[in-house]
């Protein structure tokens, strides 16, 4: 069986941060990803990132992506794309599936960065092609350049809603409206004071009721809800659309971490069940970490830190890296964290992120 | 035995427990389940559901009229039970792959059809008649058109249902932790949730049965062993048979999920699965169904089976406490002799005597001196 010092599940944000980190500092580092290409959602991303000069901001997702990919490729970091891992097992064994042979990889210390998977919601019509999520949309329009629609409607005022709700619009998409269950916008209202400029109509307290159509979606109903998420009667309007968009929230993948015994917490503002992890992103099995969606839901820029830390953390357990060297570098990570945490979104996912400490 | 006032216990909620309690109530006698974690948890929900009693026998007697008189049980069991048990008469295929199983299968079929038991030799053209999707590297098989399946997590459900409905009282998420006695007769079952008056207890705790003995100072040789299995996505209908081979069994269910088993591994009480039974058991069923090389596998898991020395059951009194009886290490029989357990059990609550004898299933053939006559 191939022994590796540091392996990385999932090749997103969280994941190329942890590999070419890991690699700095002189561990072997095998990448592996189910996908045939590397970069996670990273290359659906056309907008420009939020934050300061060191979270990369002002640089387009898809930027970061081709310049982590180069990094990676020069920290000498062994990348297995096309490649599931299937298994977890006693003593850090990891079963993969590649091209239909399946092997095993044991490694000394384990990444988990496997991301999130959007959440779906069910209402009459749901199945009709034309529903999608919001994370297809952006896989058609921003990797395959193929349009999903004509007319879109988006559901879901989170900053996925928002941001792909603007690329609908960039794509050439008429975005009819926006509708968001709950009374107030969920993301950044920089991006939704941009939708409404864009003439979007964006209606709270509303949500969709059904997709109609025979072979496709040729319409939406919305509903207003009350106080208590139940739709009102009589409040139903229908909108002439070939495209529902969802953005519903995301869900930590966390199956590798269930498989490897890690305990958990339910944390519904962090997407769900979430590893407990400590400061090092370290989980209750020694040895396993977490970076990323899977270690609660958030942006990109945070993925990118938790990587870094986990791998410095790996890296230092594995006696590579001092202990002084290495808490200047996590500490430095964790303060880029904070930094970016620092606004009343960010606050209140650290405030989150810190229930799920474990002591060490 | 009974009187009309005892208080019952079966401690352990798996499906033997249930099923005791079902033909208690089918008697009019009510019980008490007691349950550590959940309703049939461990061994009986980790089960494949294979009523095989002629195919997984080596030879004539006891155990394997015991097994018979269970199999020929679930047919009307599955229309009496309110729950769909999901009762297949599939039979079952046993397929030989060289010439020295072939005379191990020939021996087999020899006793069996002069014990009047149905078992028929195909050749390799008339195996793959029956079952086109097997490899036709198959030299033939033996046909046993009496071997079933079913779905045990449906059956112990159906029997802990039905027992609640005639009056049983099952109480999960609660351990037993001791038993008193008073002057050589049991009295009550201790539990983390309190204390149940008992004149008779029985002990129906599968792996767990050494455990709820030495509360009583009685060895009870119960083990548990490992057996693993995996699980397909739901398939179209690839073959109708339960198909058994030298290293594995195979069985599609009626949602299309193909379930192949399983190991036999002396782990203790460790529940993992391992990426090398995994791979066993999944070469073993490309092997006899090449078909299945290129479909996703979507589930492992592990049950521990109560293994006895003998392979047999312990069932029936114990030179223990008066009161004291076991009905435990049904090992990989649990499934096909619920049933024929509950009511045999029941009989012998009820009316001091089983209709089919219980003696050779004591405790006491394991005691010092004994001798143990193996399966």
């Known amino acids: 069986m191939k022994k590796v010092e540091l392996a990385v599940i999932g090749a997103g944000p969280a994941g190329l941060c942890a590999a070419i980190e890991g690699a700095k500092h002189g561990l072997q580092v095998t990448l592996i990803d189910e996908n045939i290409r590397a970069g996670g959602q990273l290359f659906k991303q056309i907008h420009k990132f939020f934050g300061s000069g060191v979270h990369r901001a002002g640089i387009r997702g898809v930027d970061i992506g081709s310049q982590l990919l180069d990094e990676t490729e020069k920290a000498g970091v062994e990348v297995m794309l096309d490649t599931v891992v299937w298994g977890l097992f006693e003593d850090k064994v990891l079963a993969l599936v590649h091209e239909g042979r399946s092997t095993q990889l044991s490694a000394e210390r384990i990444i988990l960065a496997a991301g999130a998977t959007e959440n779906a919601l069910a209402f009459p019509g749901w199945t009709l092609p034309g529903v999608m999520g919001a994370g297809a949309a952006q896989t058609m329009m921003n990797m395959h350049r193929v349009m999903p629609g004509k007319k879109a409607i988006m559901v879901g005022s989170g900053n996925v809603g928002l941001i792909v709700g603007y690329q609908l619009i960039q794509a050439g998409i008429k975005l009819e409206l926006l509708v968001e269950a709950a009374p107030e916008i969920g993301g950044y209202s920089v991006h939704a004071s941009k939708l409404a400029r864009n003439g979007v109509k964006i209606f709270t307290s509303t949500t969709i009721k059904e997709a109609r159509g025979d072979e496709r979606v040729e319409s939406a109903v919305t509903v207003s809800v009350d106080e208590n998420w139940n739709p009102v009667p009589g409040t139903e309007r229908e909108h002439e659309v070939d495209m529902v968009c969802l953005a519903v929230g995301l869900s930590p993948l966390i199956e590798l971490a269930r498989l490897a015994g890690c305990g958990f917490k339910y944390l519904s503002e962090l997407g769900g069940h979430v590893p407990l992890h400590d400061e090092k992103m370290e989980t209750t099995q020694p040895g396993i970490y977490v970076a990323g969606d899977i270690a609660g839901i958030d942006e990109a820029s945070t993925a990118m830190e938790e990587g870094r830390i986990a791998a410095l953390a790996a890296a230092e357990s594995l006696g590579r890296l001092g202990g002084e060297e290495a808490d200047a570098l996590k500490k430095s990570a964790r303060k880029r964290m904070e930094e970016f945490w620092d606004g009343s979104f960010g606050r209140r996912v650290k405030a989150s992120k810190e229930s799920l400490s474990v002591k060490e | ?375």
């Open chain 2, 1 to 375: 035995m009974e009187k009309s006032s005892d208080r019952i216990v079966i401690a352990g909620g798996g499906i033997i427990g249930c099923a005791i309690a079902y033909y208690l109530g089918l008697k009019g006698v009510k019980s008490t389940v007691i349950e550590r974690r959940d309703v049939g948890c461990e061994a009986s929900s980790a089960a494949a559901g294979g009523l095989w009693p002629q195919a997984e026998s080596s030879r004539p007697g006891m155990f394997m009229d015991l097994c018979l008189a269970g199999n020929a049980m679930f047919e009307e069991l599955s229309r009496q039970l309110e729950l769909d048990i999901e009762f297949r008469p599939s039979g079952l295929l046993h397929v030989v792959e060289d010439e020295q199983y072939r005379e191990e299968a020939e021996k087999l079929m020899e006793w069996q059809l002069d014990s009047g038991l149905k078992v028929d030799w195909l050749d390799a053209s008339e195996t793959l008649k029956l079952e086109p999707s097997l490899s036709e590297d198959v030299m033939g098989s033996l046909y046993f058109p009496d071997d079933n399946h079913l779905n045990p997590l449906s059956l112990t459900r159906a029997f802990a249902v039905g027992a609640k409905k005639l009056g049983a009282e099952i109480s999960t998420g609660t351990s037993v932790t001791g038993i008193k006695t008073v002057s050589g007769r049991v009295s009550s079952l201790v539990t983390d949730r309190g204390e149940i008056g008992a004149d008779i207890i029985i002990n129906a705790a599968g792996c767990w049965a050494g455990q709820v003995g030495a509360m009583v100072d009685m060895e009870v040789p119960v083990e548990p062993v490992r057996g693993q299995i995996i699980l397909s996505e739901p398939l179209p209908p690839l073959f109708k048979r339960c198909i058994v081979t030298r290293d594995v069994y195979i069985i599609q269910k009626p949602r299309g999920n193909v379930v192949v088993g399983s190991t036999r591994e002396f782990v203790g009480y460790d529940k993992s699965v391992t990426p090398e039974a995994i791979h066993l058991l999944h070469r073993g069923a490309v092997k006899a169904i090449p078909r299945l090389k290129s479909v996703s596998f979507i589930r492992a898991w592990a049950g521990l089976r109560p293994y006895t020395p003998d392979e047999i059951p312990i069932m029936g009194a114990s030179d223990g406490p008066e009161g004291f009886l076991l009905a435990t290490g049904h090992f990989r029989n649990g499934i096909l002799l619920s049933a024929i357990t509950g009511k045999l059990m029941s009989e012998l609550i009820t009316d001091g005597k089983a209709s089919i004898p219980l003696e050779g299933y004591r405790l006491s053939r394991f005691l010092r001196g004994a001798e143990v006559e193996r399966k």
